[in-house]
Nanobody, 123 residues
Framework: QVRLVESGGGLVQSGGSLRLSCSTSDRRESSFKVMAWYRQAPGKERELVAS???????YTGDSMKGRFFPSRAGGENTAYLQMNNLKPEDTAMYFC????????????????WGEGTQVTVYS
């Protein structure tokens, strides 16, 4: 089992910045296929915030474009989410998801989830 640990959440004023991190200490996992960030606010469905593949391809949700920037340190299996110009609507629990590559035709990809880190933005 791969355990992911997120950190970097907290209380921040509107317009401020935070950097989230997600990592695993499992040395057997050399490189995740994809590392992604999701968030879920009270009363809302969980949504994809951003993702980054091991080759560096990046996706960012529409409301986060220009403000949120995912990155990773592949050798350490660590993902980051730089969040700038935070807004109250960004308040949510943020989760890291990492995907281990399977073998086509033999083994399926495997997803691993962190426990989440809370981000709260006040006006």
């Amino acid at each position: 089992q791969v355990r992911l640990v997120e950190s970097g959440g907290g209380l921040v004023q509107s317009g401020g910045s935070l950097r989230l991190s997600c990592s695993t200490s499992d040395r057997r996992e050399s490189s995740f296929k994809v590392m992604a960030w999701y968030r879920q606010a009270p009363g809302k469905e969980r949504e994809l915030v951003a993702s980054i593949t091991r080759s560096g391809d990046i996706y960012t949700g529409d409301s986060m474009k220009g403000r949120f920037f995912p990155s990773r340190a592949g050798g350490e299996n660590t993902a980051y989410l730089q969040m700038n110009n935070l807004k109250p609507e960004d308040t949510a629990m943020y989760f890291c998801k990492a995907t281990s590559a399977g073998v086509p035709g033999f083994y399926a990809d495997r997803d691993w989830w962190g426990e989440g880190t809370q981000v709260t933005v006040y006006s």
